[in-house]
């Protein structure tokens, strides 16, 4: 079974930076695509960082802002939070969808960590 493990969440003021990783327990011989999603309390779980062969995507409201890195070798993502704001505040959760199942080598899954706490304060 593969777990995704986020860490990197917290507190901060608005203006702080934080840095988000997702590490996967067991490695992946191919990723591909990788991503970030927020979701914050009462409202749905949205793309906001979002990264594959075809290029990288982020939501209107974090471009310019976060940036979003993955380290294949070490089956590992990160996304960078820069100049954070009260309304980029939810629990972070990383997706990978890839081949990381040692009994079925050639099959694709998706994969969710279980979320990590963002709180900005004004």
């Known amino acids: 079974q593969v777990r995704l493990v986020e860490s990197g969440g917290g507190l901060v003021q608005a203006g702080e930076s934080l840095r988000l990783t997702c590490a996967a327990s067991?490695?992946?011989?191919?990723?591909?695509?990788a991503g970030w999603y927020r979701q914050a309390p009462g409202n749905q779980r949205d793309l906001v960082a979002g990264t594959s062969s075809g290029g990288t995507r982020y939501a209107d409201s974090v471009k310019g802002r976060f940036t979003i890195s993955r380290d294949d070798a070490k089956s590992t993502i990160y996304l960078q939070m820069n100049s954070l704001k009260p309304e980029d505040a939810g629990v972070y959760y990383c997706?990978?969808?890839?081949?990381?199942?040692?009994?079925?080598?050639?099959?694709?899954?998706?994969?969710w960590g279980q979320g990590t706490q963002v709180t900005v304060s004004s």
């Open positions: 997706h990978i969808e890839g081949y990381a199942d040692p009994d079925r080598p050639f099959r694709k899954n998706d994969y």
């Open positions: 067991r490695s992946f011989s191919r990723i591909v695509y």
